[in-house]
């Protein structure tokens, strides 16, 4: 496997202002990802804030990372989790259907290697931790995924059960309907040495899997495990206890939060960044669980009460439920990363680009809450190249960058040079010809009786609109003289640029396994990763 660096733009400006211009940003962060003192003083700020809590996180993680299956290697990184002096690199992704598209594994493998990195900078043990986004309920956005189809061309598959409701996808069992989706994706994919081991592998595990969220644990796992990733699942009643003070807090702070995120998101708005994060000042950044779906809590008057229903509380009995069942609140984008300091010592938050423009508005909500923000990395962007998608770069003299951007553009360009007639101009001087000609006939016809004006103009228009009918069937014929060029065009889309989408948030990481097996993603693993942050072009040829 070859990697190749290029500077693809980000796809918005403070995406690309994170990568390559840093210094517009930093105000808004507590350190500089790309410089190496950041690590060190992140490190010595978490020396000075010892986490009480780590014997209860680490029997938490062991017991669940048993549960899905975990190798010697990711049990022995809990097990340093124990020791004051470790530290860990932390990413997280909603549990997409069959691991997510590609990005999801794109961050496991980041959080894997600056793990690494940080731990050979500080000679301390730095461990990897995948935080599983159990707790979110847009069904909506992890129920599907995409590959290519055995004719190379794009098709999504989806789960076909839908909750009524708002419900956590830590509390929705995997449906019967799962072996559905493993069917579609059997008939659908190719056949290859690893994929009935594969298939099997999905259907035991959806059916010893408690939920969906731990569906998507185990499948990553099984990919990512040799390398020691722990995965955590923060709907862990054990996990809520340790948050109840920072959900009584929350409440608290609800106003000066909501405050200081719109002055935050006054002040990108101003510079022309998008901005990530808007709340109402109602908003108490909590959700509460209430016949089993995720709700909102928000500030109505004197009290507070529950979006969408009739309940309703005072402060005093709020506080109680937060003291007696804490596993009954769930905390919202902006809580979550305030959560994490609290379980985990966590040295650096990798993010994706709209994770590191939500946190662009987080910095003195952090401070508010006496933590302190991460190192904030930015998850590695690739994209994959196979061996016959290289040789059409190398055929047409592409770049990524002609594919992603202007490959419609470049389709145009061959007709035109293949052209041997000019159809464009053979055609544009028909129409003006005929044009011409009925304008004068018509102009003496009407001298005979004005109502033949009216009849002229109509069989024009019909005459031409033959002559562009001519003209889209000899496009037609050209384009079939071309169609071996234009279908090797086609398949450059479909797997650079599939459906119109970068290929990492459109094709799921299943899709690779299926061809490569679990192997592909060691592969992946041997690339360095962390060495830029300039998009990487893998080509999987050898």
């Not at 070859?2 to 105000?27: C, I, P, Q």
């Not at 961050?107 to 000679?123: D, F, G, M, V």
Request: charged share 25%; glycine share 6%.
């Amino acid at each position: 496997m070859r990697s190749v660096d290029v500077n693809l733009k980000a796809s918005n400006s403070f995406a690309n202002d994170y990568l390559y211009d840093f210094d517009k940003l930093k105000e808004l962060f507590t350190y500089d990802p790309y410089v190496s003192q950041s690590c060190a003083e992140r490190y010595q700020y978490l020396l000075s804030r010892p986490h009480s809590s780590r014997a209860t996180v680490v029997k938490v993680l062991t017991e669940y990372n048993r549960e899905l299956g975990a190798g010697q290697e990711t049990l022995d990184n809990i097990a340093l989790l124990a020791q004051a002096e470790t530290a860990v690199v932390v990413t997280g992704q909603q549990a997409g259907l069959l691991g997510g598209p590609l990005y999801t594994v794109y961050k496991a493998l980041t959080a894997i290697q600056l793990a690494k990195k940080y731990s050979t900078q500080l000679n301390r043990p730095v461990i990897p931790v995948f935080w599983i986004a159990s707790e979110d309920h847009d069904f909506g956005e992890i129920n599907h995924f995409h590959i290519l189809d055995r004719q190379g061309k794009p098709a999504r598959i989806r789960l076909e059960t839908e909750p009524k409701g708002k419900f956590s996808i830590g509390d929705i069992a995997v449906p019967p309907e799962a072996e559905a989706v493993l069917t579609q994706l059997a008939e659908a994919t190719i056949d290859t040495e690893f994929k009935p081991d594969l298939l099997d592998f999905l259907g035991d595990s959806a059916r010893e899997c408690k939920n969906l969220a731990d569906w998507f644990g185990r499948i990553l796992l099984s990919w990512l495990g040799s390398t020691g990733l722990v995965m955590l699942n923060p709907m862990d009643p054990s996990l809520r206890n340790l948050e109840a003070d920072l959900f009584r807090q929350a409440v608290d702070n609800a106003p000066q939060v909501n405050t200081l995120l719109s002055e935050v998101g006054a002040e990108l708005s101003s510079k022309g960044y998008p901005v990530g994060v808007e709340k109402e000042q109602d908003n108490l950044n909590l959700f509460m669980y209430h016949n089993g779906e995720r709700l909102a809590l928000i500030k109505t008057g004197t009290g507070y009460s529950l979006k969408g229903t009739e309940e309703s509380f005072s402060r005093d009995r709020l506080f109680e439920l937060i003291e007696a069942e804490p596993e009954r609140f769930s905390p919202n984008v902006i809580l979550r990363p305030l959560t994490q300091e609290l379980l985990l010592p966590t040295l650096a938050y990798v993010g994706g680009p709209g994770e590191i423009n939500y946190f662009s508005q987080y910095k003195e909500i952090f401070e508010l809450f006496n933590l302190q923000m991460p190192i904030i990395y930015p998850r590695v962007n690739i994209t994959l190249i196979e061996g016959s998608i290289e040789n059409y770069l190398n055929k047409y003299n592409l770049t990524l960058e002609d594919v992603l951007f202007n490959l419609d553009e470049i389709r145009q360009q061959l007709l035109v040079a293949s052209d041997p007639v000019g159809i464009d101009n053979v055609f544009q001087e028909l129409h003006q010809s005929v044009a011409e000609a009925y304008s004068k006939a018509v102009g003496v016809i009407k001298e005979i009786d004005p109502m033949l004006d009216k009849l002229g103009r109509e069989n024009q228009e019909r005459v031409l609109s033959q002559i562009d009918w001519l003209k889209s069937k000899t496009q037609q014929a050209h384009r079939k003289d071309n169609d071996v060029a234009l279908r090797q065009l086609e398949k450059l889309a479909n797997n650079l640029s599939p459906s119109g989408n970068v290929q990492e948030r459109f094709l799921s990481a299943m899709y690779f396994a299926i061809k490569y097996g679990r192997e592909f993603f060691d592969s992946l693993n041997e690339i360095d990763l962390v060495g830029s942050v300039a998009h990487k072009m893998l080509f999987l040829k050898n």
